[in-house]
C-alpha cells in the first residue's frame, strides 16, 4: 500500500510513508533488500564500526515480558566498515529474467548492455494471449546493477554509525565510516548515544560535538566534491532520551548551526531510566532500555527539540512505537519520521502494515490531507512551520500525480471528505485487513 497521503520529503529525500526500522535489526546490512519489501518507508542498518567487534559478552538481551519491553547492552557487535560495504555489493554469475514480449524501458537497456545468453518461451504462461519469455544472462551482475534495472525499491536506507569500544579517536571512527559506507545510504546517522559503549555519551557535550562534528563536516565535504557530491546525501545525529535540558540546548545549538552540517535528529535511543512502573522481575539488568515504557520519556524530548529547533530541524522519532496511535501521536510532537523495533518483536513484521493502515485513518480523521501537515500539530507555541509552507512542499513534490486543483491555502478537510485516502484504498476497505504476523524472535534496538 503507498497511498500518497503518507509520502513526504524530508532533509531532500523522498519517502513511501513515514514509517522506518529502525537500527540494531540489521546490524551489518545483510538483509536491506529484504527488509525493503515488508512496507517501511526506510530502513537503518547498523550501528556499523570502523574494525569488527564482538560487541559486550552474552547474556546481553533480556526480554520484560510483562512490560513488553527488552533492555539490550549489545555493545556495538560488528563485522566492521570493509565487511558491510561489500554487503552492498554483492555480485552474481547468472540471471534469468521473466518478462512479456515488450520490455519495459529500463529492461531494454538492460538487454542493450547485456547480451542474452538464451531466449525460451516460458512455461509459466497461463494466458494464450500473451507472450512470455525466460531470459537467460551469465557475466558478472552488480547489486546495484540488478536494483537499478531489475529491483527498483523506493525504499530508503540510513546507515548508523558506531565507534570501536577500544578507539582513542571517535571522530575518525565515524569519518572512516561515513568514507566507506556514505553513499551506498540516503542519509548516515552518528551515533553518539548508546548507552553500552564507555564514553560514547560524553560525546554529546557541546565542546566535544562542535569539535567531533567539524572534522566530519569536513570529511563529508571533501568526499562529497570528490564524488560529485554523492558521497553522504545527510548526515544525523542521534541522541539520548536522558540528556538534562542544558546539554539538549546544547545539542540543539550545535545542530542548528550550519558549519557542522547535521540535516537531522533521531530522537532518541534507549534509555537507562527505569520507570517504576516496569512488572518484570529482571527490570535492574544493566542496559539501554527501549519499548512501551520508554514512549513517553521519547516523545516529551521530541516536543522539546520541535520547540528548541523551532520545527527547522528535521526529527526521527523512536522509542515505545507499537501501534498507528504511537506512531502518530509522536508525528503530532514533532517528528517527521518515525522508527520501530521492539514492537516487532512482541507483534510481527504485519504491524507495519496495521501501522500504516491506521495512520491514514487518523490523519484522515483529522483533516489532514498529508502526513506533513501533521507534524508539531500538538506543539502549537511553534510558528516556523505554517500548514501552508508544509503543504507547499508536499504540492510540489506530488503535483502531477493529484488529479485535482487545491487551494493556495488549506484549512481542515470537511467531516463528510474525511475517509478519503489519495492514490490508495479507503482506510475501511475490508479487503486490506492483514492477518501477517512475522517472526517475533529479533531482539531490541541498540
Known sequence: ???????????????????????????????????????????????????????????????????????????????????????????????????????????????????????????????????????????????????????????????NLGINKTSNNPTNDYCVGVEKLGHYADYVVINVSSPNTPGLRDLQRKTELEKMLKHISRRVGKKNKASGGMSCKALLLKISPDLNDDDLQDVVDVVMDPKYGVKGLIVSNTTISRPESLQSSIKG?????????????????IKKVFRLTDGRVPIIGVGGVSSAEDVYEKIRAGASLVQLYTGLVYQGLGLVRRMKKGLCELLARDGFINVQMAVGADVPDVTNKTIHDIFKGFESFHRQMLPLELPPVLGNVPPSQSDLVLGGESPGDKSDQDTDEGDDSSSAEE
Open 1 to 159: 500500500i503507498k497511498p500518497i497521503m503518507l509520502r513526504t520529503t524530508v532533509f531532500g529525500v523522498h519517502f513511501d510513508n513515514p514509517i522506518g526500522l529502525a537500527a540494531g535489526f540489521d546490524k551489518n546490512c545483510e538483509a536491506i533488500k529484504g527488509l525493503q519489501r515488508l512496507g517501511f518507508g526506510f530502513i537503518e542498518g547498523g550501528s556499523v564500526t570502523p574494525l569488527p567487534q564482538p560487541g559486550n559478552d552474552q547474556p546481553r538481551v533480556f526480554r520484560l515480558f510483562e512490560d513488553s519491553a527488552v533492555i539490550n547492552r549489545y555493545g556495538f557487535p560488528s563485522i566492521g566498515a570493509d565487511a558491510v560495504a561489500k554487503n552492498f555489493q554483492p555480485t552474481f554469475n547468472f540471471i534469468s529474467i521473466t518478462v512479456e514480449e515488450v520490455p519495459d524501458e529500463k529492461l531494454q537497456r538492460f538487454f542493450e548492455a547485456h547480451q542474452p545468453q538464451s531466449v525460451k518461451p516460458s512455461t509459466k504462461n497461463d494466458d494464450p494471449n500473451t507472450s512470455i519469455y525466460r531470459i537467460d544472462f551469465r557475466g558478472k551482475f552488480s547489486q546495484s546493477l540488478i536494483q537499478k534495472f531489475l529491483m527498483p525499491s523506493t525504499c530508503k536506507v540510513g546507515i
Open 285 to 301: 539488568e544493566r542496559g539501554g532500555l527501549s519499548g512501551p515504557p520508554l514512549k513517553n520519556l521519547s516523545t516529551e524530548m
